[in-house]
């Protein structure tokens, strides 16, 4: 596996010199031991704690992610899971955060970071080409994002991936990432203690350009196996290691939609 300590910066653009050096930091179990985990829609996530804020997947808002605001919020680190046309768009986020888009192992600030290669469809990577699955721990919380992953978990993938304490699965089937099933699938074999789905229809999809489901069918068969599923009314959530849930917990995050062009009903 490739080690790096880290790459370029967003305001340079996705093909970009790798960046050596980073400066000193300080060890990632000096900080904070918890960790504030905000959704910006689709499978864009924000992850702080007292020293770090990580961005992933920031988009571009169409299709089916049209009618979410764009996620340009000021971060350190932005991890990338694919760089197709509404995914892995940097341009317009503030300040000058470091880009990290392909495989390997990066450090900054302490934190290890790890991009593993899965197939972006079911054939092979041939119609998408690759995502990018991140892995890190940070406020000590073990964090699996696994971006639009498509094809089954390999043995060899496993192994790397390992059991997270938090899951972030899309869930929303189309020909790039997991459906229902799969992802099932893939938690029985991760086994993660706290699962957030990603990736499927919601008020801010374009209704005639997205091609994926709501997340109720996955809810529904995780629930007929006796998975405890939460609806939490916020967008964020705090989590800290000593208080993370005792069997595998589905939290779905909620999206404030306010404004008029977004379809009142799911189709």
Not at 4 to 18: C, M
Not at 89 to 109: A, D, I, R, S
Not at 217 to 232: A, G, R, W
Request: hydrophobic share 35%.
């Amino acid at each position: 596996m490739k080690r790096r300590n880290l790459i370029g910066y967003a305001g340079a653009g996705l093909v970009t010199a790798l960046i050596t050096n980073f400066g000193s930091h300080e060890d990632a179990n000096a900080q904070s031991s918890s960790l504030f985990v905000k959704w910006l829609g689709h499978t864009c996530f924000l992850f702080s704690d007292r020293k770090v804020k990580v961005l992933v997947n920031p988009f571009r808002p169409i299709g089916c992610t049209a009618n979410y605001r764009p996620p340009k919020v000021e971060t350190d680190v932005v991890l990338i899971s694919s760089q197709l046309l509404d995914e892995g768009e940097v341009t317009g986020l503030p300040g000058n955060p470091k880009l990290v888009y392909q495989e390997g192992v990066y450090n900054y600030g302490g934190i290890q970071f790890q991009g593993i290669p899965m197939d972006h469809d079911l054939k092979g990577g041939k119609q998408f080409g690759k995502n990018i699955a991140w892995k890190w721990q940070q406020g000590g919380i073990n964090i699996l994002h696994l971006g639009g992953a498509a094809a089954p978990i390999t043995f060899e993938q496993k192994i790397p991936v390992g059991s997270p304490d938090l899951l972030l699965i899309p869930v929303g089937g189309g020909p790039k990432a997991y459906n229902a099933q799969a992802a099932k699938d893939a938690i029985a074999i991760l086994k993660p203690k706290l699962i957030i789905p990603t990736q499927y229809r919601t008020q801010a999809s374009d209704p005639n350009n997205c091609d994926i489901s709501p997340v109720d069918e996955f809810l529904t068969s995780m629930k007929e196996n006796n998975f405890k599923v939460i609806n939490n009314k916020s967008d964020f959530i705090v989590l800290s290691p000593n208080k993370l849930p005792e069997s595998t917990e589905i939290q779905v995050l909620s999206y404030n939609f306010n404004w008029k062009n977004a379809p009142k009903k799911l189709s």
